[in-house]
């Protein structure tokens, strides 16, 4: 069979919707994103293709909707990588983490199926949102670059060790219903004025503390993340939102004034996060980087 140029980048990069990857990234880097499942109401939707963001936070409030989301089948990604493989001689398939969803046990069944286990290495992000966005990002640019397989694994790895993510809420009550709320966050969701901050460490989401304005909880967050990673020399910015982007894009203006930024990027959450979080989601996802990892987005 003759295989089309893109063999010639050696591999793929396949990741998840969770990963809150924007568009225009997808398709500059040529990554392929499996949606996940929102389920609601007896009827089940494909994550930012059938159900779009502003329909589940007019049915949460509205509707006092409840939404469920549940990872693509096995199936999903058996279509998706059997294409790919026609085309390229790997696959790296970055996942959002294996403690926060069922993604990677589908991931890992569709690779059994197609008994490609030499062909298609499945990686645990241990993180979310653009935390895994990022690294699918860094793939996609390493493979544009003629980087090796086992470099981008040693670059994905490096960012793993070092991604941090803080986020904040408007309030618990989705979580709540979601029944996604922390453990530690259980005893305070009656308080439901008070602004939780959200952090995720091994693959886990944790409350990291609470405050009481919405002003200080963007603050605090913000101001963590500059005193963590001011002495840099490059790092990697994202701020996530859900309907707050006049506050995201001061928590970026703030955040690229005090950090080395080689990237810096704002992005929707996608619907099956807002789903749970609900409208007012501000999320800072940002990893220091090493000279080569950086050179990927300086160069």
Not at 83 to 111: C, D, F, P, T
Not at 150 to 155: F, G, I, R, S, T
Not at 173 to 197: C, Q
Not at 230 to 245: D, T
Request: net charge positive; aromatic share 8%.
């Amino acid at each position: 069979m003759e295989l089309s140029n893109n063999f010639n980048k050696k591999y793929a990069v396949v990741t998840d919707s969770a990963s809150d990857i924007p568009e225009e990234y997808s398709k500059k880097l040529n990554l392929h994103i499996v949606p996940l499942y929102i389920q609601y109401d007896g009827q089940e939707f494909k994550d930012g293709i059938d159900i779009q963001s502003e329909k589940i936070y007019y049915l949460q409030k509205e509707k006092k909707a409840v939404f469920m989301s549940s990872s693509p089948s096995p199936k999903d990604f058996i279509d998706v990588y059997s294409e790919l493989l026609r085309n390229y001689g790997r696959i790296i398939s970055i996942h959002i983490s294996s403690k926060l969803s069922a993604v990677i046990k589908s991931v890992k069944i569709a690779v059994d199926l197609l008994k490609a286990e030499n062909r298609i290495e499945v990686f645990d992000s241990l993180s979310g949102t653009m935390g895994t966005g990022f690294m699918a990002i860094t793939a996609a640019k390493a493979a544009e670059k003629n980087r090796s397989f086992e470099e981008m694994l040693e670059m994905l790895k490096y960012l793993r060790g070092n991604m941090k993510l803080f986020g904040t809420i408007n309030t618990l009550k989705y979580l709540r219903r979601s029944g996604r709320v922390p453990a530690i966050a259980r005893a305070a969701t009656g308080v439901l004025r008070i602004k939780p901050l959200l952090g995720i460490k091994n693959g886990v989401v944790e409350m990291i503390g609470l405050t009481v304005t919405r002003w200080a909880s963007l603050s605090e967050i913000t101001g963590r993340v500059i005193r963590i990673f001011k002495k840099e020399r490059w790092v990697l910015v994202a701020v996530i939102h859900s309907l707050s982007k006049i506050e995201a894009v001061k928590v970026m203006k703030r955040l690229q004034t005090n950090l080395n930024c080689v990237e810096s990027i704002i992005a929707d959450c996608t619907p099956v996060v807002g789903a749970h979080t609900g409208p007012g989601l501000i999320g800072i996802i940002v990893s220091r980087l090493d000279r080569r990892t950086a050179e990927l987005f300086i160069q």
